[in-house]
């Protein structure tokens, strides 16, 4: 069965769990040499930031945890990614791309 | 993180053309600022509106089909369509809108979606929904149809209104039901309602439907005067004033509605100051295919009746696209006239529509009568002024034959289905 859809708007946290749902196709596209998010009559062009917090996004990890793994990949402070992360997922999860 | 573009096509049904999915929107958002992207500048086309059938059980008075509607003696194979998913998806195209006519009214629909699915392409399904059934939905689903689409006249609530504008009984009822389904599935939901005089007033109570239903989007596609709805312009047409309640409402529901449902509006151009992108521009983002596969850049495009379309029976896709004359005539800037050739918006807009121009000055090279600074825009803009204000004639309904209606035809006939 479906998700029904939320009455209310999601609001990402630190203890968010976010996925895209299966509907939402992030793949690599060889042609133009890019990655891309196609979604119900959408496409989204996500820059490579936004494909690397993309592929950690699996429903389990929360946003912490998100931001604490990139912040030792990265060497940045976690607080400071996290505050972009919520920021991008927000975003996404308002257009239906993200669920959390 | 940008947006490339807003679904074109999908769109496409019941009259609307909300094809501005060709254009490639490069926003850029506020924690990745980014110069244009070269990916803008090449012109793979990203979206293919195949028009399946041209049959419907519906009948549509704005349906965006030709009024010369194509028979099923002359539509394409499911051979042919496969070859056409496959062809479409090495050119680069990325997502297929499968659209007609009523797409479903095709028995081999299934094996269509699941070569167009195999070949990686984003399938939609753009559809009236009252023939479904339950079973047929799941099958679709597991071909790997992506996203449904479904279009609808009013609320269900107003049902009768809504079936007396398609022209189908019981159409409102039955698409409720389509739409639970889709839910129940777990794929994601569009509802798409052309706006016109007869239901622009419940267009507050349309997206809270659509909220109702499940609906992850709803578009609030005012009706674009082309093929039947420019038949029936003077029954559809709504006041200025009109319009401008229902934009200001979409405004206000995507405020109390952020995050819950997108709401996209396409807007009736005869309201506006510059044209839209027709297509996002001419040969630059969409193609089109007709049920008997003739390839055009726009789904009105046989309107212009010098142009040549190439047939996919014939040639490659990517040849078409490429070389095919009807594409080369219009694409870019280069066969622009004046006031469009020097404009600082001829990149944006493309000059607007190629057929409206056709149909109103006889040369599709001209501006687009849509912009305020064509010559001929103020008498233009004066029709839909007049005609939103008379006394709107019966519906000149969308059916074989029925754009050149004997007496008889004119009472408004609610057909029922089998
Ligand atoms: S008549 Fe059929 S194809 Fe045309 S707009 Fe209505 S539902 Fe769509
Ligand atoms: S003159 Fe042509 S290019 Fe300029 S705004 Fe009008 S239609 Fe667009």
Not at chain 2, 88 to 106: C, D, M, W
């Amino acid at each position: 069965m479906g998700e029904p859809t939320p009455r209310q708007r999601t609001v990402i946290a630190t203890d968010s769990k976010p996925v895209m749902p299966p509907y939402i196709k992030m793949r690599y596209d060889a042609g133009r040499n890019r990655w891309i998010i196609l979604a119900p009559e959408r496409l989204f062009d996500p820059d490579p930031i936004a494909v690397e917090v993309l592929k950690l996004c699996d429903g389990a990890r929360t946003v912490g945890d998100i931001a604490a793994h990139l912040s030792n990949e990265y060497n940045a402070p976690a607080q400071d990614i996290e505050v972009d992360i919520i920021a991008m997922l927000q975003d996404l999860s308002d257009k239906g791309v993200v669920k959390a | 993180m940008n947006e490339i573009a807003p679904s074109p096509e999908g769109h496409v049904k019941e009259g609307t053309i909300t094809m501005d999915a060709g254009e490639m929107r490069c926003d850029a958002n506020p924690s990745s600022p980014t110069a244009p992207d070269p990916s803008c500048v090449v012109r793979a086309p990203i979206g293919l509106l195949a028009e399946l059938t041209h049959r419907c059980p519906l009948q549509c008075p704005y349906c965006s089909n030709p009024l010369e509607l194509e028979k099923v003696n002359v539509e394409l194979s499911t051979e042919d369509w496969q070859k056409v998913m496959r062809e479409a998806a090495q050119l680069g195209i990325l997502q297929v809108h499968l659209s007609g006519g009523e797409p479903t009214a095709r028995r081999d629909l299934e094996e269509i979606v699941k070569t167009a699915a195999e070949a990686g392409l984003y399938t939609n399904l753009i559809t009236a929904a009252v023939l479904l059934k339950r079973e047929r939905l799941e099958k679709l689903k597991e071909c790997g149809l992506d996203h449904v689409q479904i279009s609808i006249q009013d609320v269900d609530t107003q049902a009768e209104n809504a079936d007396r504008i398609a022209g189908y009984k019981g159409g409102s009822a039955k698409k409720k039901e389509v739409a639970g389904w889709v839910r129940e599935l777990g794929m994601p939901l569009t509802i798409n309602a052309p706006i016109h005089r007869h239901n622009i007033h419940s267009v507050e109570a349309i997206i809270n439907y659509a909220v109702e239903l499940g609906a992850g989007r709803v578009e609030i596609a005012h009706v674009q005067y082309y093929a039947w709805a420019l038949k029936n312009r003077s029954s559809l047409m709504p006041t200025r004033d009109a319009f401008m309640a229902a934009a200001r409402l979409v405004e206000r529901k995507r405020e109390e509605l952020k995050g819950i449902i997108v709401i996209d509006a396409v807007v009736p151009d005869y309201y506006a100051k510059y044209p839209k992108p027709c297509m996002g521009g001419w040969g630059r983002g969409i193609i089109n295919i007709t049920p008997s596969g003739r390839v055009l850049p726009c789904h009105a495009a046989e309107s212009i009746t010098h142009l040549e379309f190439d047939n996919v029976r014939d040639k490659p896709l990517a040849d078409i696209w490429l070389n095919g004359d009807a594409f080369q005539k219009y694409r870019g800037t280069s066969w622009m006239k004046e006031p469009c050739r020097t404009c600082p918006r001829r990149e944006i807009d493309y000059g607007g529509c190629r057929c409206q121009a056709f149909a109103l000055t006889g040369d599709a090279a001209n501006t687009d009568p849509a912009c305020s600074l064509s010559p001929l825009h103020e008498e233009w803009a004066k029709v839909a002024d007049v005609e939103s204000h008379q006394s709107p004639p019966a519906f000149v309904y969308r059916r074989p034959g029925g754009a050149t209606p004997k007496p008889a035809a004119e009472k408004t006939p609610v057909s029922s289905d089998a």
